[in-house]
């Protein structure tokens, strides 16, 4: 199915040659449960930055979302960075090839670095804060209650869920199972500690305890 240009719960897919590009390297490395969410983060963040009359750049969200989670792809991973900086270094990458802005580099790469970090994205630029938002809302169900009935219906049927509560946590897993290192200090964590026997998250009041400082 073509999706750029398309228009789903009022909202539009951007159709540029930058977008479309974006959305084939997300079906070509992408399972068919990453590329569903995925799009649904989109559709559901573009609807709250509606709502809340936000002024960002449609085309700059959608690259993002399409490359947020590419990082735990087998293409995209690295052996020894957090998922979230793979996929921002990646879509960096991408976007230098469009002679994208500095700035936008900038704003795309803290857009998806940041989209599991609760607490902290809200408060940036209205992208990186409704990609945040929009990821929450699909992964955890934040902000369910702000998502009508009907919109809802027409975003899953056009992508549905392919029972995500159920597949989720190993589609993450898969991702970082091989440097569960990475996933200190984030929630990450909570998806190792869920997956592997006896794993040891790292511990900041021991890492205090025992740093190398003589007093």
């Known amino acids: 199915m073509t999706i750029s240009g398309k228009t789903i719960a009022g909202i539009k897919i951007p159709d540029s040659a930058m977008a479309s590009q974006a959305t084939e390297l997300l079906r070509e490395h992408g399972s068919e449960l990453l590329y569903n969410h995925t799009l649904r983060v989109f559709l559901f963040a573009s609807l709250n930055g509606q709502q809340n009359n936000l002024r960002y750049d449609p085309e700059l969200l959608y690259v993002s979302t399409m490359f947020h989670d590419l990082g735990l792809t087998v293409h995209y991973r690295s052996d020894d960075k957090r998922f979230e900086v793979d996929g921002a270094n990646a879509a960096r990458d991408f976007l230098r090839g469009y002679g994208v802005s500095p700035q936008s580099l900038q704003l795309v790469w803290d857009t998806i670095a940041l989209h599991t970090s609760p607490g902290i994205a809200e408060y940036k630029e209205p992208e990186v804060a409704l990609l945040n938002y929009g990821a929450a809302l699909d ?77």
């Not at 190993?170 to 997956?195: E, L, Q, R, V, W």
Request: aromatic letters at 12%; one cysteine or more.
């Open 139 to 215: 992964v955890i169900g934040k902000g369910y209650d702000q998502l009508s009935n009907a919109n809802r219906e027409e975003i899953i049927k056009h992508f549905p869920r392919n029972e995500l509560k159920k597949n989720m946590i190993n589609t993450f897993f898969d991702g970082f199972k091989h440097k569960p290192h990475t996933t200190y200090g984030s929630i990450n964590a909570d998806i190792c500690a869920c997956m592997i026997p006896g794993f040891q998250r790292k511990d900041y009041c021991d890492l205090i305890l025992h740093s190398p400082w003589s007093e």
